[in-house]
């Protein structure tokens, strides 16, 4: 049995900015004719029914994983620079005081300002 995948609150329907974010990518590359409709679909489809979540709360966690997937696969980015990416990210969400915004350098070692 698939789990139906959870609707965003009324008010708002992104709990997080970094969810609209990768929403936002995901259009623009729409958008732009890089991502098509029936391949989101489906990348996002995989994921939704490979999560281990059973009621849904990983909704963007498996939209970024599925774009992260269609990236990767249609070679707009490799797998280890996602990979990498991600890391650094959270390395710098994990220095950066609360509030602050999350910043990555060029070299992805900087977050919000501290060092």
């Known amino acids: 049995m698939t789990t139906p995948a959870p609707r965003p ?3 708002y329907p992104f709990e997080a900015p970094w969810q609209a974010q990768v929403f936002a990518m995901t259009v623009a590359l ?3 004719g890089l991502v098509g409709a029936e ?3 489906q990348a996002l489809g995989a994921r939704i029914a490979a999560s281990a979540v059973p009621d ?3 909704y963007y966690e498996c939209w970024a994983a599925a774009l992260g997937d269609l990236l990767a696969a249609k070679e707009l980015l ?11 990210w959270h390395a ?4 950066t005081p609360h ?3 999350i910043v990555l350098d060029a070299g992805g070692s900087r977050a919000g300002g501290v060092t």
Not at 78 to 88: F, N, P
Not at 92 to 95: E, G, Q, S, T
């Open 39 to 41: 391949e989101w679909a």
């Open 56 to 58: 849904g709360s990983d």
């Open 99 to 101: 509030g602050h915004p």
């Open 30 to 32: 729409q958008d732009q």
């Open 92 to 95: 710098a969400a994990a220095r």
């Open 78 to 88: 490799s797998r280890e620079d996602l990979l990498r990416t991600t890391a650094a």
């Open 9 to 11: 609150p009324r008010d």
